[in-house]
Nanobody, 126 residues
Framework: QVQLVESGGGLVQAGGSLRLACVASGRTGRNYYMGWFRRAPGKEREFVAA????????YYTDSVKGRFTISRDNAKKTVYLQMNSLKPEDTAVYSCAAAEVSGVDRRDTESDYNYWGQGTQVTVVT
């Protein structure tokens, strides 16, 4: 089993920045393919960003391209989501997820992932 714990959420004004972190523990002998998803109030959970196990390849949903950056520090078993130029529509619970897959293909659906964190709330106000 792998446990994922997110941190870094909070309340921020539009145009501001936040950096989310997701720390993995448990069975972490491999570098899992990692993703960030979010669920806004009254909406389905949606894909935000993903990064391959080695960190060489990243993917983003169109609405965050140029504003969000996913990265990882495998020595620290941590994945980050740097969020800049935040908008009210970015308000959501952000969750990280780990997939037991190899390779660098895009993984942007919930069923691709095996482990999930509890999530951290991000609220963007005007």
């Amino acid at each position: 089993q792998v446990q994922l714990v997110e941190s870094g959420g909070g309340l921020v004004q539009a145009g501001g920045s936040l950096r989310l972190a997701c720390v993995a523990s448990g069975r972490t002998g491999r570098n899992y393919y990692m993703g960030w998803f979010r669920r806004a109030p009254g909406k389905e959970r949606e894909f935000v960003a993903a990064i391959s196990g080695g960190g060489s390849t990243t993917y983003y949903t169109d609405s965050v391209k140029g504003r969000f950056t996913i990265s990882r520090d495998n020595a620290k078993k941590t994945v980050y989501l740097q969020m800049n130029s935040l908008k009210p529509e970015d308000t959501a619970v952000y969750s990280c997820a780990a997939a037991e897959v190899s390779g660098v293909d895009r993984r942007d659906t919930e069923s691709d992932y095996n482990y999930w964190g509890q999530g951290t709330q991000v609220t963007v106000v005007t």
